[in-house]
């Protein structure tokens, strides 16, 4: 290839010769080069008319029109992707992505510039990744498939969010060059979280379903980076939980539209697989919800009286009604994401007053947490959940007191073993 360099992350090719085309001077622009969706400089050359007869540019010269193909504004200069055989994504291609959304005027109308990287997530996505995220058999509005990629050429939040999952999803798939794939991760969910923030304040009718689709991909994109040091989804050993003020930031959204959002192509769609618990699984539930009794009865007669204690034994019962929920579904052959709505629905039910004993890890709010973990190993056939539940029930049990552990040796079996 014949005097090619490159600079800043863009290739600048000093012929025509070298991609075998030829400038066929077409006004305004180049035919060839808008078939080829590159930049000629044909398009910038001084009108004739105002040149002079010697200033005029020899055919030679004109073949020699400079061409480039952008990097994508969305990425940083260090960021460099590889693919799975470890090589760089060497050239971008320069794209125009209309983002429109009439409900706010915060948002930039023209996003320039999706480089091959960014398309390849795209491909990923829409190809592998969606197939991870969802079961086909309950998704029949193909949300995932179909209508969410829809939504990310008109939400700048949507179209990050979800190449920013494809990307961890890459990453996952091919290790040896993970850390390439979540720079380029971390770089779309920076762009997707601004995009989400700006028009979280004109909520309506009218957005109100993709703004929801958006943090759930928030989420997403937190399970996939896996888990951080100190942060255990509910609680952490410093401040507020990052994932818990996600979750609060969810239910907010459902409080206010709830209707609206489950409308449509959002609206729940139910499994008839799932029925009762299978046979082969009742003794395994009912040793769960034994230990899960005993510990009610311990509840009851430690913090009997006080003011927590009706918290408490209600996030107990809840816990055992949400064991028969999960084991109806393993019973039907469903795991991983499918799990999601029994796990997270529990949490999401809590009320503020024990979510609050949680932050402050109070000793019996986290015995019973430790429990609602047994689910999260349930989970681990999911890319997005591996690791979550030993982590988290190890935050637990360097949270507690000796004199507690005993009563979390149960999960910390199940979960360990």
């Keep these: 290839m014949k005097e090619m360099d490159i600079k800043e992350g863009s290739i600048h090719f000093r012929t025509l010769n070298t991609l075998r085309l030829q400038c066929d001077e077409n006004k305004p622009a180049c035919s060839k080069c808008i078939h080829h969706a590159i930049e000629c400089d044909f398009l910038s050359t001084p009108a004739t008319s105002s040149a002079s007869p010697s200033s005029a540019p020899s055919p030679s010269k004109s073949s020699k029109a400079q061409f480039r193909f952008k990097p994508s504004k969305y990425q940083s200069g260090e960021c460099k992707p590889k693919d799975e055989t470890g090589q760089p994504f060497s050239q971008t291609i320069s794209t125009k992505v209309q983002y429109k959304d009439p409900s706010s005027s915060t948002l930039p109308q023209n996003q320039d510039t999706i480089s091959f990287a960014d398309l390849r997530l795209f491909h990923h996505f ?25 939504w990310g050429f008109s939400m700048p939040s949507i179209f990050h969010l979800i190449l920013a999952l494809a990307a961890l999803h890459l990453g996952y798939l091919h290790p040896e060059v993970r850390d390439q794939y979540v720079l380029q991760a971390d770089d779309h969910f920076t762009f997707g979280i601004r995009s989400v923030s700006a028009i979280l304040s004109s909520l309506n009718s009218g957005n109100c379903q993709s703004i929801y689709m958006s943090t759930v991909l928030i989420c997403f994109v937190y399970f996939a980076h896996g888990p951080k040091p100190g942060e255990y989804l509910v609680f952490s050993e410093t401040g507020k939980a990052e994932w818990l003020v996600l979750m609060r930031g969810v239910r907010s959204i459902l409080f206010s539209n709830h209707d609206k959002i489950f409308t449509g192509v959002l609206e729940i769609q139910t499994d008839p697989t799932i029925q009762g ?141």
Excluded at 135 to 149: F, G, S, Y
Excluded at 350 to 359: A, N, T, V
Excluded at 375 to 385: H, P, Q, V, Y
Excluded at 388 to 416: K, M, N, Y
């Design 277 to 417: 618990v299978s046979p082969l699984l009742q003794d395994e539930l009912g040793e769960h919800q034994s230990h899960i009794k005993a510990l009610q009865r311990f509840m009851e007669m430690q913090a009997g009286g006080s003011s927590t204690s009706q918290i408490y034994i209600d996030a107990l019962e809840s816990l055992f009604e949400m064991f028969e929920e999960t084991y109806r579904c393993l019973s039907a052959g469903k795991n991983g994401v499918n799990l999601m709505a029994p796990l997270f629905g529990w949490i999401y039910r809590r009320p503020e007053e024990f979510i609050c004993l949680l932050e402050e890890k109070e000793p019996f709010a986290l015995v019973i947490l430790a429990y609602w973990c047994i689910i999260l190993k349930f989970m681990r056939s999911s890319w997005l959940m591996i690791a979550w539940d030993r982590h988290v029930i190890a935050g637990i049990r360097q949270s507690l007191g000796t004199e507690f552990h005993q009563w979390i040796e149960w999960p910390v079996r199940v979960i360990c073993d």
């Design 126 to 150: 829409v190809t592998e990744t969606y197939l991870t995220l969802v079961d086909e058999a309950t998704d029949r509005n193909q949300v995932w498939r179909t209508h969410l990629p829809q």
